[in-house]
């Protein structure tokens, strides 16, 4: 059950990323700055509830499964999600922060879409390896 349950949130985090990467990000380049200081701190406080409990739920599941059940899959993945952690705390927040106190914010909105794209391609792995992991789980 738990790990159906972290598949969904593995899940989750994809459409999400995918939705931030295309649609999200790239929106905070067309706002003026004074809108987009305006937007800004109210969309970080609202993506955080939605992204934080998928996020902690994904890291403490996966672990648990590394641990208990070990499969390479789960501790690639568990590697993943470190490196998704580590740059979603050294860059993409740092990005944010840049945009709330109005410093370059231009610059660092098209930097915020750049750096995205590793976290976009290792939430994508991450479900790829699901699927890899229950299709050989399904034919063994």
């Not at 598949?7 to 809108?35: A, C, H, R």
């Not at 391609?121 to 890899?132: A, C, E, R």
């Amino acid at each position: 059950m738990l790990q159906y349950l972290k598949e969904l949130s593995d899940f989750g985090l994809l459409i999400l990323i995918w939705l931030v990467q295309l649609i999200i990000y790239p929106s905070f380049t067309y706002m003026e700055k004074v809108n987009l200081m305006a937007w800004h701190p109210k969309y970080t406080t609202m993506i955080s509830i939605v992204v934080m409990p998928l996020m902690l739920f994904q890291i403490g599941s996966t672990f648990y499964l590394t641990y208990t059940d070990f499969n390479y899959i789960f501790l690639v993945q568990s590697v993943l999600i470190i490196l998704l952690w580590i740059s979603t705390f050294t860059q993409a927040v740092p990005l944010h922060n840049q945009i709330n106190s109005g410093f370059e914010i231009k610059k660092a909105a098209d930097n915020l879409v750049q750096v995205n794209w590793k976290r976009t391609i290792m939430w994508t792995v991450i479900v790829i390896l699901n699927f890899i992991d229950r299709y050989t789980t399904l034919h063994n």
